[in-house]
C-alpha cells in the first residue's frame, strides 16, 4: 500500500505537470488536449527543451544532450522510509550531475523529518525540494513550484 501511495503521487504530479504546460501552450509535439490528458514518455516544449517521463529520473529536461533539469518525486509517506528515498533519489542527482554538471536537481517528497532536512540542506546537489501534499493541494505551493522549474530554471516563461 506505502508503494501505492508514492505510484498515485508520482502520476498526479506529471499530470499536474502537462496541464500547466498545456494551460500555458509551451508544448509543442505531441498534440496534447486537456480532456482526458494523455501522458506519453516525452514531450517537445517551446525552445529546443524536451521533458521526458522515466524511473530515473523521474522527469528530465534537456536541450539536444544537455541535461537541464531533472525531479525525482518520492511520494511516500512513511518517515522511517524518508532517508532511503532522498538516498534513492540522491544517487539519481549524482548521475544527473555526471551527464551534465549544472544539472538542476529538484527533490518532491510527501515527508520530510529534520534529519531529512538537514541531509538536503548540507547537500549541494540538491537545488530545491518541495512538499507533494502543498502542491497538491495548495494553488500558491503549485505556482510557486512551476515558476521555480518553467520560469527561473528553464527559462521557458
Request: aromatic residues 8%; glycine residues 6%; hydrophobic residues 40%.
Amino acid at each position: 500500500m506505502r508503494n501505492k501511495i508514492g505510484e498515485i503521487a508520482e502520476d498526479r504530479i506529471k499530470h499536474l505537470l502537462v496541464e500547466w504546460l498545456v494551460d500555458k501552450s509551451l508544448i509543442t509535439k505531441p498534440r496534447v488536449s486537456k480532456n482526458p490528458i494523455q501522458i506519453t514518455n516525452e514531450y517537445s516544449l517551446v525552445r529546443g527543451v524536451t521533458m521526458r517521463f522515466g524511473s530515473e529520473p523521474d522527469v528530465s529536461f534537456a536541450s539536444g544532450d544537455t541535461l537541464l533539469a531533472v525531479l525525482e518525486i518520492k511520494g511516500g509517506i512513511d518517515p522511517a522510509g524518508a532517508l532511503e528515498r532522498y538516498g534513492a533519489a540522491r544517487k539519481s542527482f549524482e548521475h544527473a550531475m555526471r551527464v551534465s554538471p549544472k544539472c538542476k536537481n529538484f527533490y518532491l517528497g510527501g515527508v520530510f523529518t529534520a534529519e531529512l532536512n538537514r541531509r538536503m540542506n548540507n547537500d549541494r546537489l540538491v537545488e530545491r525540494s518541495f512538499n507533494i501534499i502543498d502542491i497538491l493541494q495548495q494553488s500558491q505551493a503549485r505556482e510557486e513550484f512551476f515558476l521555480e522549474v518553467f520560469h527561473h530554471t528553464l527559462r521557458l516563461v
